[in-house]
C-alpha cells in the first residue's frame, strides 16, 4: 500500500486541524492505520491508530481527549482530527499502515507501511 498524507500546516495554539492519508491499493479495509509524529531532535513517537473497522481506537496519553482518529474505507482514507492544539504538538505527522492486524503496532520499527509526513507547526 502507498500512503499520501495531507493537511499540515502552521496554526496557533487552541486551534485546529484536520490530518488526511489516502492510501492506494484495493484492500485497504485489511489494515490498521495510524499516526505518528516525530519533532526536531526526537524519536518518532505513536499519536492514534485506528482498526481495520473503525471500531477500536487507540491514543497517546498525550493527545487524549484533543485528538480523534477515524477512517472512511470507502475513500481509503484515515483523518486525524486534531483540535485544542499546542506548541508541543509541532512536529512532522506521519500516517502508518500495518496489514492483517487488529490495531497498529505503536514501536515506529515494527510497522509496516510509512507515508511521507505532513508538518504541523503550532505558534504560542
Known amino acids: 500500500v502507498q500512503l499520501q498524507a495531507s493537511g499540515g500546516g502552521l496554526v496557533q495554539a487552541g486551534g485546529s486541524l484536520r490530518l488526511s492519508c489516502a492510501a492506494s491499493?484495493?484492500?485497504?479495509?485489511?489494515?490498521?492505520m495510524g499516526w505518528f509524529r516525530q519533532a526536531p531532535g526526537k524519536e518518532r513517537e505513536f499519536v492514534s491508530a485506528i482498526s481495520w473497522s473503525g471500531g477500536r481506537t487507540v491514543y497517546a496519553d498525550s493527545v487524549k481527549g484533543r485528538f480523534t482518529i477515524s477512517r472512511d474505507n470507502a475513500k481509503k482514507t484515515v483523518y486525524l482530527q486534531m483540535n485544542s492544539l499546542k506548541s508541543e504538538d509541532t512536529a512532522v505527522y506521519y500516517c502508518?499502515?500495518?496489514?492483517?492486524?487488529?490495531?497498529?503496532?505503536?514501536?515506529?520499527?515494527?510497522?509496516?507501511?510509512w507515508g511521507q509526513g505532513t508538518q504541523v507547526t503550532v505558534s504560542s
Open positions: 491499493g484495493r484492500t485497504f479495509s485489511s489494515y490498521a
Open positions: 502508518a499502515a500495518d496489514y492483517g492486524i487488529a490495531v497498529l503496532r505503536t514501536t515506529p520499527l515494527e510497522v509496516d507501511y
